[in-house]
């Protein structure tokens, strides 16, 4: 069984920065594509970042462009996404997510690609 678990998320002012850390067990994390999403309260859960099995592919939402950046450490079983100047409407329950596949370069962007998900972690930016 594959379990994904985030932490990291908190209050923070605006134009600070978090990083939020999700460790995978169950299987080989390095066969897996990840991808962080987001769901702020009465909205769709949103894509954020995503990065290839190897790490040497990331792609970014617009919001995230240029402020987040998505890593991994296949040795910790570990990805992060770290986020600098953030902003209220950054304000979210953020996820990890999991996809087994075969091609090392893959990213994704949808949430109907994933196959795991982790519980979420709150991030809320004040201003």
């Known amino acids: 069984q594959v379990q994904l678990v985030e932490s990291g998320g908190g209050l923070v002012q605006a134009g600070g920065s978090l990083r939020l850390s999700c460790v995978v067990s169950g299987r080989t994390f390095s066969s897996y594509v990840m991808g962080w999403f987001r769901q702020a309260p009465g909205k769709e859960r949103e894509f954020v970042a995503t990065i290839s099995r190897s790490g040497s592919r990331t792609y970014y939402a617009n919001s995230a462009k240029g402020r987040f950046t998505i890593s991994r450490d296949n040795a910790k079983n570990s990805v992060y996404l770290e986020m600098n100047s953030l902003k209220p409407e950054d304000t979210a329950v953020y996820y990890c997510?999991?996809?087994?596949?075969?091609?090392?370069?893959?990213?994704?962007?949808?949430?109907?690609?994933?196959?795991?998900w982790g519980q979420g972690t709150q991030v809320t930016v004040s201003s």
């Open positions: 997510a999991a996809d087994g596949v075969l091609n090392t370069l893959v990213v994704r962007t949808t949430r109907n690609e994933y196959d795991y």
